[in-house]
């Protein structure tokens, strides 16, 4: 095993390595996506200029053995300290309920600060912000983690910003990414900004995966909250009919109707079980639709509103501003995939 490691990491460690040299840091209970999703990203991603892949990775732990993960698959690694003294382009923590340990490790927090020193871009992946916090990494920085963990980075480190709702968030050359799958859209965002946006366009194709979701966007999913919500599924096809038929008829009492109930009846009853009145249910489905459209379709903004029911810019304007504090035109701009 240790003499396969070794020539996994031979171009990492060659002092002439001219790859982009990405370091993760694992130790027991990661939660496996965590490491092998950004991990698949950075592994494949082309340095089109050049002609050949952009990064070499490693993976290293304390130990320099197998790591247990969340799942069946152990995880080999290779001792940290063969890593101190390299010039590192990304280092990487990874996040796990192993993170509940390994911010109380100051074997391994010393050894964090040391690679940080001669990193030039620092990140995490979910709760490995705990990690990173814990090592005072991300004092007077802006940080998200898994949602779960917000809470916790928050009280157990008053000197972090943190931010529960983004993916992902850059702050100077510290990157902090929400639970799992939002590392994946963080590594995407840094081969971005290494190597442009068709050398990431090609490793989201690749991983079958959208590109990309930016850091702005919430990690929260309307439609898992509305499921969670609603755990019985009770109204769960009248959400996905508003959904296909949002320039119809959407008062109370059309959905009442849908729904075989009595409008008072209705509205008590969804309101009781959903958490807001039908009116605003309808609302934040046009939103999220039309937040789909103008990140993904070229699409006038009128032709968004009209579509989604707004049936005018200016309604769909106002209820932009008042929901997501920012106007269609300025999402646009900010989010746009094509």
């Not at 959407?250 to 849908?258: F, G, I, K, S, Y």
Request: overall charge negative; aromatic content about 6%; glycine content about 6%.
């Amino acid at each position: 095993m240790k003499d396969k490691m070794t020539s996994i990491s031979a171009n990492f460690l060659d002092a002439d390595c001219d790859a982009r040299r990405v370091l993760f840091v694992v130790y027991p209970n990661i939660v496996l996506l965590d490491l092998v999703g950004p991990l698949q990203v950075f592994s494949h991603a082309p340095d089109l200029e050049r002609g050949k892949v952009g990064y070499s990775c490693a993976v290293t732990s304390v130990a320099g053995d197998l790591v247990e993960t969340n799942t069946v698959v152990a995880i080999p690694s290779e001792p940290i300290d063969r890593f101190l003294n390299l010039d590192i382009h990304t280092l990487v923590i990874v996040g796990g309920d192993g993170a509940l340990s390994a911010m109380f490790d100051e074997a391994l927090l010393k050894n964090i600060r040391q690679l940080a020193s001669r990193a030039q871009r620092v990140g995490s992946v979910c709760s490995g912000a705990l990690v990173l916090a814990a090592a005072g990494l991300l004092d007077g920085r802006r940080a998200v983690t898994h949602w779960e963990d917000c809470d916790m980075l928050q009280n157990e480190f008053p000197a972090v910003c943190v931010e529960m709702d983004p993916i992902f968030i850059k702050d100077g050359d510290v990157w902090t990414s929400a639970g799992i799958t939002a590392g994946i859209d963080m590594a995407l965002a840094i081969v971005t900004e290494d190597l442009g946006r068709q050398s990431a366009l090609e490793v989201a194709r690749s991983m079958v995966t959208h590109m990309a979701r930016s850091g702005g966007q919430s990690q929260f999913s309307p439609v898992l909250g509305r499921q969670l919500r609603d755990a019985t599924g009770r109204f769960e096809q009248l959400h996905q009919w508003v959904a296909e038929n949002l320039k119809a008829d959407l008062r109370v009492e059309a959905l009442a109707d849908r729904a075989n109930m009595s409008p008072r009846n209705f509205a008590r009853q969804y309101s009781a079980q959903m958490g807001l009145a039908p009116a605003k249910a309808v609302e934040a489905i046009r939103l999220e639709v039309a937040r789909d459209l103008l990140e993904t379709s070229g699409r006038s903004i009128k032709q968004v509103a009209v579509q989604c029911g707004f049936n005018d810019e200016e309604r769909m304007r106002r209820a932009f501003v008042r929901v997501l504090g920012v106007a269609p035109s300025d999402y646009r701009r900010s989010f746009r995939t094509e």
